[in-house]
């Protein structure tokens, strides 16, 4: 073995011992698998520059699995998420915040992954004060299951409610785990996310010592399967995260299935973006539906998926599948529903149907990591990161700039009515 490999075996052993947080160390006491803050994440793609990282929706073990492959593939630091309407109380996927780590750390152990991955719970959706009750009892829960980041999602209440479920919520998240809280619900070119919106929102962390790694906008595009690639807005990205660069704010883009290359390279090169979410996409190449380029699904006249011979699924499986989604009214995006009903009969596929269906994620997640978000080698900048600090835990980017006693409740409520704001429709934005 060279020196340079001997180093590098070295440091990650090192921060093997050192750099997994206490919840992965007790749930796994002799793994191998460098499981981490999503801060550890967030720092590597800030020391590269210029790049952000896959947050793959794990939504199949087969998708799991070619998320791995790939990140291992393309020597990048990467966040295994899933959702809350994916994975919470009441899922649509079998993978939950309550096994996705497990799920992770046996099958890096098994396919000898020495990438350091985050576990993120994402869109922990709070909608009402009684998710906020139910988040004080739930969000330990997660981590006690093997969660080592979180996005506070209350971006469906008004604003001085978000920044007040946020600020109620902090004290169940670790120090050490990845922040991320959000501002527009995710909704398209309807409600976008404004910076005065987005600084309020931060300013009040700041001022209750809450210091987020990451903020997501609606900054013009969608979940799902989307309708056009010119949905995100780069310039007000960019003004946003400009607005915030003193409170050390990376960016989070949700909806990245379906938009192209150019944008998404757009969106690495000129905004403070780190992390990017793709959920949609690997779920349809995993079962070998026809996609473009980018990851969007394509569809016959009919309006139906276009499912591809010898790729994905095997063609039994996908018969049944279609079956049950015409039998209960099924179609487009909400094809996500048949997950959980169909992952143990996915499972039960011979092993060379498997293995091609999280091959295919793999190929497509490693093309975006190296060519479009260049976010290759970031597995030795996060490892570096933990070296450095000689901790799992990174610490926050800032410290506390604002005065609290200029963010108390009352005062919360009298800044939040002189924002101008545009909530948008109503609708189901979860994921």
């Known amino acids: 073995m060279s020196s340079k490999n001997t180093n590098a075996d070295n440091q990650f052993k090192n921060a093997l011992k050192i750099g997994r947080p206490p919840n992965i160390v007790n749930l796994f006491p002799n793994s191998r698998a460098l499981i981490v803050s999503g801060k550890v994440i967030d720092r590597a793609l800030l020391a590269k520059g210029k790049a952000m990282t896959i947050a793959a929706n794990g939504r199949s073990n087969a998708v799991i699995r070619g998320i791995l492959k790939a990140a291992q593939r393309a020597n990048a630091a990467v966040i295994i998420e899933i959702a809350k309407s994916e994975g919470g109380a009441n899922a649509?996927?079998?993978?939950?915040?309550?096994?996705?780590?497990?799920?992770?750390?046996?099958?890096?152990?098994?396919?000898?992954?020495?990438?350091?991955?985050?576990?993120?719970?994402?869109?922990?959706?709070?909608?009402?004060?009684?998710?906020?009750?139910?988040?004080?009892?739930?969000?330990?829960?997660?981590?006690?299951?093997?969660?080592?980041?979180?996005?506070?999602?209350?971006?469906?209440?008004?604003?001085?409610?978000?920044?007040?479920?946020?600020?109620?919520?902090?004290?169940?998240?670790?120090?050490w785990a990845g922040y991320e809280t959000e501002v527009g619900e995710i909704k398209g070119t309807q409600g976008l996310s404004t910076k005065d919106e987005a600084s309020f929102l931060i300013q009040g962390l700041n001022a209750h010592d809450i210091f987020?790694?990451?903020?997501?906008?609606?900054?013009?595009?969608?979940?799902?399967?989307?309708?056009?690639?010119?949905?995100?807005?780069?310039?007000?990205?960019?003004?946003?995260?400009?607005?915030?660069?003193?409170?050390?704010?990376?960016?989070?883009?949700?909806?990245?299935?379906?938009?192209?290359?150019?944008?998404?390279?757009?969106?690495?090169?000129?905004?403070?973006?780190?992390?990017?979410?793709?959920?949609?996409?690997?779920?349809?190449?995993?079962?070998?539906v026809k996609v473009n380029e980018y990851g969007n699904a394509q569809l016959d006249n009919n309006g139906d998926f276009i499912k591809m011979s010898g790729k994905g699924v095997n063609k039994e499986t996908w018969s049944e599948m279609v079956e049950y989604a015409e039998s209960k009214g099924i179609k487009g995006g909400n094809y996500k529903k048949l997950n959980l009903l169909f992952e143990n009969k996915i499972l039960g596929q011979p092993q060379d149907v498997r293995e091609r269906m999280s091959k295919a994620v793999e190929?497509?997640?490693?093309?975006?990591?190296?060519?479009?978000?260049?976010?290759?080698?970031?597995?030795?900048?996060?490892?570096?990161?933990?070296?450095?600090?000689?901790?799992?835990?990174?610490?926050?980017?800032?410290?506390?700039i604002l005065d609290p006693a200029e963010w108390t409740e009352a005062e919360i409520i009298k800044k939040a009515s002189k924002l101008e704001v545009n909530q948008g429709p109503e609708g189901d934005f979860d994921d």
């Not at 969106?267 to 190449?285: D, P, R, W």
């Open 363 to 400: 190929d497509f997640i490693y093309d975006l990591l190296v060519n479009v978000f260049n976010a290759q080698d970031t597995a030795p900048l996060a490892i570096d990161a933990i070296l450095k600090a000689g901790s799992y835990d990174l610490g926050s980017k800032v410290g506390r």
């Open 212 to 288: 987020p790694d990451w903020i997501a906008l609606n900054n013009g595009t969608t979940h799902g399967i989307e309708a056009s690639d010119m949905g995100i807005q780069v310039p007000l990205t960019t003004e946003i995260h400009n607005a915030l660069a003193k409170y050390g704010i990376s960016g989070a883009q949700h909806g990245t299935s379906g938009n192209n290359s150019e944008r998404l390279r757009d969106i690495t090169e000129n905004t403070n973006t780190t992390k990017a979410n793709v959920a949609t996409a690997l779920q349809m190449i995993s079962w070998g």
């Open 92 to 175: 649509y996927c079998a993978p939950s915040f309550w096994n996705l780590a497990r799920q992770v750390d046996a099958t890096m152990n098994e396919l000898a992954i020495t990438v350091p991955v985050a576990i993120h719970a994402d869109h922990y959706g709070i909608k009402s004060d009684k998710d906020v009750e139910q988040g004080t009892v739930e969000i330990p829960s997660m981590f006690d299951a093997g969660i080592t980041s979180i996005a506070i999602d209350a971006s469906h209440l008004p604003d001085d409610k978000n920044l007040l479920a946020n600020i109620a919520l902090a004290p169940y998240v670790p120090k």
